[in-house]
């Protein structure tokens, strides 16, 4: 059984850092793509970005580049997203998931993900 489990959310303030994990049991880890995505209320869920198999290759959307990195630990079976500057427009339920067929090159669309987690909620706020 494939378990994707994060931690790490929590309320912060604005420009403040945080950062989330994400772990991985029941699959060959080393052989998927790990990409983040969030939900916040009332929009749907978007892309945030994502690692190839060997953490050589990443993808983020725009509103978070130079902010958020994602890095990997093949070892461990843990992805992990810092996420720095935070903005109250980064609230979200912030979900790990995996995608065997972006292991070369990470995808952005959800519906090419086969293994997600539970989501953990990061609240921006003043």
């Known amino acids: 059984q494939v378990q994707l489990v994060e931690s790490g959310g929590g309320l912060v303030q604005p420009g403040d850092s945080l950062r989330l994990s994400c772990a991985a049991s029941?699959?060959?880890?080393?052989?998927?793509?790990l990409g983040w995505f969030r939900q916040a209320p009332g929009k749907e869920r978007e892309f945030v970005g994502a690692i190839n198999w060997s953490g050589g290759l990443t993808a983020y959307i725009k509103s978070v580049e130079g902010r958020f990195t994602i890095a990997r630990d093949n070892a461990k079976n843990t992805v992990n997203l810092q996420m720095n500057s935070l903005k109250p427009e980064d609230t979200a339920v912030y979900y790990c998931a995996a995608d065997f067929g972006g292991r070369y090159s990470p995808r952005t669309v959800d519906s090419e993900y086969e293994y997600w987690g539970q989501g953990t909620q990061v609240t921006v706020s003043s």
């Open positions: 029941g699959l060959a880890f080393s052989g998927y793509a």
